[in-house]
């Protein structure tokens, strides 16, 4: 029997997908309450099942799941500028998961990708898809700490303010895997650290200090 290799697991698309696993068994379970008082917390129902299709499209190298993938992580924008509800983002999210899955199965079995253009688009799409993935998912950040957070009040229709500690946190930290992430595609070491297994390291550190950050400050 063929040994799993963890070395190739150790990425930051995979520690991309672990986060979004992660995120939305948090908000199914133990935050569960949170959004029961307050719906406007919905959204982590939508931006964890968008890491997720990243993070799968990630380990799919498929033309046709990777463009479903990169369209979605662009659900962060109007999520996050409140453009509609926690249930629409989730529902929209969703359907792109399934869409995701149809396709994977389609091309599971084929020879050739349903998406098979000329050598150079194609060594381009290989190149660049899962890039544009890791851009649309980094608005999230950016609309938060440079849109939202010195100006919450026009979003509070369908996101409450999020000036929390473990949120700053793990908002923050995200800049760093994004760049880590693409930085992947192309140079996999410098010197004797593995760019991949940094980027994985990296995730896991943005679950466990905002754990830290919500234990110590409560929030």
């Known amino acids: 029997m ?62 046709s799941c990777q463009i479903i993938a990169s369209i979605a992580s662009y659900l962060t924008i109007p999520t996050f500028l409140a453009f509609w509800a926690w249930d629409t983002a989730t529902y929209i999210a969703i359907v792109f998961l399934i869409i995701f899955i149809i396709f994977f199965l389609i091309e599971k079995n084929r020879k050739t990708e349903l998406i098979n253009p000329k050598q150079r688009l194609n060594f381009w799409l290989k190149t660049h898809l899962m890039t544009f993935a890791y851009i649309g998912l980094v608005h999230m950040p950016l609309i938060f700490f440079f849109v939202r957070w010195n100006n919450p009040e026009p979003f509070l229709k369908y996101l409450p303010i999020e000036h929390h500690v473990s949120t700053s946190l793990f908002n923050s930290m995200f800049f760093i895997l994004t760049i880590l992430a693409i930085l992947e595609r192309n140079i996999r070491k410098t010197g004797r650290y593995s760019i991949p297994k940094i980027g994985f390291i990296w995730s896991i550190l943005m679950i466990i200090i905002p754990i830290i950050a919500i234990n110590v400050l409560g929030e």
């Open 2 to 63: 063929e040994k799993f290799d963890f070395n190739k697991f150790f990425s930051s698309g995979n520690g991309i997908l672990l986060l979004g696993m992660l995120w939305l068994i948090f908000w199914l379970g133990p935050a569960l309450f949170l959004f029961k008082e307050d719906p406007r917390w919905g959204h982590n129902y939508a931006i964890p099942i968008i890491f997720i299709i990243v993070g799968l499209a990630y380990n799919v190298n498929k033309n």
